[in-house]
């Protein structure tokens, strides 16, 4: 595993100690998360590298010098990935904000504050009211619970 750039990126096989143990090696698989992805929940990309392709040599320097020009060659890919990962999480939060506030203020109040505070349009509420009624469902379906 190395970091680099705000990546972090876990290599199978682990390189550093093939090479201490005296293996070489010849192809390596790698898989690119957020620095900040400490669980690896969101894989962004992933590539492999090959001896005489990628690196030259079978050296943690040469290795890993092929994995930063591999990183920096997708560098816009893996932006791209990280903000997609954020949007979502984003678009999670907001439904389920949505949710509490039906259920805790109930649909009027929601469309009232939603449309005045927040300067929502009619078919955003709707948009966001239909949609929260999905993510609701497939929480409770998640959940175990029978909606019917």
Not at 11 to 28: H, L
Not at 34 to 62: A, P, R, Y
Not at 85 to 102: C, P, W
């Amino acid at each position: 595993m190395m970091k680099y750039d705000g990546y972090i990126i876990k290599t199978k096989p682990d390189y550093k100690s093939a090479i201490r143990c005296g293996k070489a090696v010849d192809e390596i698989s790698c898989e690119v998360y957020d620095e900040n992805d400490k669980e690896f929940e969101h894989c962004l990309g992933d590539f492999n590298m090959m001896i005489g392709f990628e690196f030259q040599d079978s050296t943690v320097k040469d290795i890993e010098s092929g994995i930063k020009k591999m990183i920096d060659a997708d560098w816009a890919y893996y932006q791209l990935e990280k903000k997609e990962a954020g949007f979502k999480r984003t678009e999670g939060l907001f439904y389920r904000l949505i949710n509490h506030m039906r259920v805790t203020l109930g649909d009027d109040e929601t469309k009232s504050i939603l449309q005045k505070e927040i300067d929502m349009t009619e078919a955003e509420i709707q948009d966001a009211l239909s949609d929260s009624d999905m993510e609701h469902e497939e929480t409770n379906v998640s959940q175990g619970m029978d909606l019917t």
